[in-house]
């Protein structure tokens, strides 16, 4: 997966199918988004008069199960590892596959402008045909295949993941914290859950101000990121992120803890904002929020719309 499949999705998928709004909520940037499948109600509905559930990958849901109750549909085909299985009938039933298969028997022309069929308006319907589905979408829109509107992929990429997908699509081994990385998470986890008002007070704007970075600790590889979530577990144990929308939302229960996750999806510019962590920072953020003499009498509570207010 690391060495092979994710860098072609990074080179020709990733540009359009990498962020929250991406075609058919389809996100390619990590092995959870294609688990997740294939999703097609659009995230931004200009014509929406009520609040959708919102669907962040790793957040709203964590299985493929729970993600399909959500209106998503599987895009892999089996990817159960099982002999048993015949790598055709693999490909036969996988979405993914039909899309890049279709856009190798239609090639896209190399010279001149795109045919007429091929719409790149904003609000171009959004088709997002499931597996039983296909054979009508691949007759009805025969240059629709995948990469949509860009060059076919190559032969070498065109193999590379149609190999990985007769064989299962299996999911890559998990990452492991770099040790540097794993001493600066306990620490700084320690820090933001101390007990005292203060402490608490100070997490808490910490928090509501990092919650959208990519965390990078000081002497550590330069593509591994955390992001500060809430959780309902403590520090030393899988971390299980409350789901809410905004980060003053009311956590909905008493207690919960600042944690640190890693951040194993591909890195779109769009929404990389990174801040650094390091041993420096945790004393200057010791200096400026708990040092000081002042007193915090209460600790605000998450009623609206004060919660909203920093002062």
Not at 3 to 16: F, T
Not at 83 to 105: G, H, T
Request: contains cysteine; aromatic residues 10%.
């Amino acid at each position: 997966w690391l060495e092979d499949v994710q860098p072609v999705l990074e080179q020709r998928c990733v540009v359009c199918h990498g962020c929250y709004d991406a075609p058919c909520q389809l996100k390619l940037s990590s092995y959870a988004g294609l688990v997740r499948g294939a999703n097609p109600v659009k995230v931004y509905n200009g014509s929406r008069i009520k609040v959708a559930q919102p669907t962040r990958l790793f957040i709203d849901a964590t299985t493929e199960s729970e993600w399909q109750a959500m209106g998503f549909h599987n895009i892999i085909g089996q990817h159960k590892e099982s002999s048993e299985i015949d790598p055709a009938d693999r490909l036969r039933e996988s979405v993914l596959y039909r899309m890049l298969r279709l856009k190798q028997l239609n090639p896209q022309p190399r010279t001149g402008a795109l045919p007429a069929s091929i719409t790149l308006s904003l609000d171009r319907k959004q088709v997002c045909a499931a597996q039983e589905g296909m054979a009508k979408f691949e007759r009805k829109n025969p240059l629709w295949g995948m990469p949509y509107a860009m060059p076919n992929l190559s032969d070498e990429e065109y193999r590379t993941l149609i190999t990985w997908l007769a064989e299962g699509g299996q999911a890559p081994e998990a990452t492991a914290n770099s040790a540097d990385a794993e001493r600066q998470l306990v620490r700084w986890e320690a820090f933001l859950n101390g007990t005292t008002s203060r402490e608490r007070l100070m997490s808490r704007y910490v928090y509501e101000h990092l919650f959208l970075g990519h965390l990078h600790f000081a002497d550590t590889p330069d593509r591994e990121f955390y992001r500060l979530v809430r959780s309902y577990t403590p520090p030393g144990v899988p971390i299980n992120e409350i789901p809410k929308v905004r980060p003053f939302d009311d956590p909905g229960i008493a207690e919960f803890w600042y944690r640190l996750r890693r951040y194993d999806a591909s890195i779109v510019d769009k929404s990389h904002v990174v801040y650094p962590l390091s041993k420096q920072k945790l004393e200057r953020y010791r200096e400026l929020f708990l040092e000081p003499d002042y007193e915090v009498a209460e600790v605000p509570d998450y009623v609206m719309p004060e919660a909203a207010n920093p002062f």
